[in-house]
């Protein structure tokens, strides 16, 4: 079975602070990506990677930015956290190359912003 | 751009009732559309998913989804449903390229089966 894994379920941090949410995943999957899910509003696509290195912005790039330096890990930065980062955080990642193939989630890391 | 709209925050069902979740779908050309399920404070996971060929599809946990063309439809459903189903349940669809990488997800609806 394919394996994503976020760093942390629940965080909490200050307004201002730089935050960073890890993934990982073990299925040498080309694609990942970071949603944003707040109610009401469904998920919500933040950046996209599909290939080390390589990144594109998604729909709400603003206050965020990824590294993916390995294939299986892609990270998400909030360079100064806001009250309005305050939300659950899902990473995802898929086997690239062909539409027909689903995406695999992670647990969801809950951020607060304080 | 695709999208798909759920237009049900919320269903409510008895266990053993039959369960449908709405979903619609706008698309340009053949839309690849999935259904995933996602239970409290856990991230989504994979229900089914609608590629080509039959219009009935069926997945995980029991659950099935049936496309329909002229309807722009592709509801999932249940016959019997359990209290363990009770969670939020999320239409997608995937883009068109060169924005393939992306899947864009209803609101959600929050199913609710009672005991």
């Known amino acids: 079975d394919v394996k994503v894994t976020q760093s942390s379920r629940y965080l909490v941090k200050r307004t201002g602070e730089k935050v960073f949410l890890e993934c990982v995943q073990d299925?040498?999957?080309?694609?990942m990506f970071w949603y944003r899910q707040d109610p009401g509003l469904g998920l919500r696509l933040i950046y996209f990677s599909y290939d080390v290195k390589m990144k594109e912005k998604g729909d709400i790039p603003e206050g965020y930015s990824v590294s993916r330096e390995k294939k299986e890990r892609f990270s998400l930065i909030l360079e100064s956290a806001s009250t309005n980062q305050t939300s659950m955080y899902l990473c995802?990642?898929?086997?690239?190359?062909?539409?027909?193939?689903?995406?695999?989630f992670g647990q969801g890391t809950r951020l607060t912003v304080v | 751009a695709q999208s798909v709209a759920q237009p049900e925050d919320q269903v409510n069902v008895a266990e053993g009732n039959p369960l449908t979740v709405k979903c619609t779908y706008s698309v340009s050309g053949n839309p690849y559309l999935f259904w995933y399920v996602q239970y409290p404070n856990r991230g989504l996971q994979f229900l089914l998913k609608?590629?080509?060929?039959?219009?009935l599809v069926k997945g995980s946990y029991g659950f099935e989804a049936e496309f329909n063309k002229s309807q722009t439809s592709f509801h999932l459903k249940k016959p019997s449903a359990l209290v363990s189903d009770s969670a939020l349940y999320f239409c997608a669809v995937r883009d068109i390229p060169p924005h393939d990488y992306k899947l864009s997800f209803g609101a959600g609806t929050t199913v609710t089966v009672r005991a």
């Open positions: 299925m040498d999957h080309e694609n």
């Open positions: 995802a990642s898929r086997s690239g190359g062909k539409m027909n193939t689903e995406a695999f």
């Open positions: 609608y590629i080509t060929g039959d219009n």
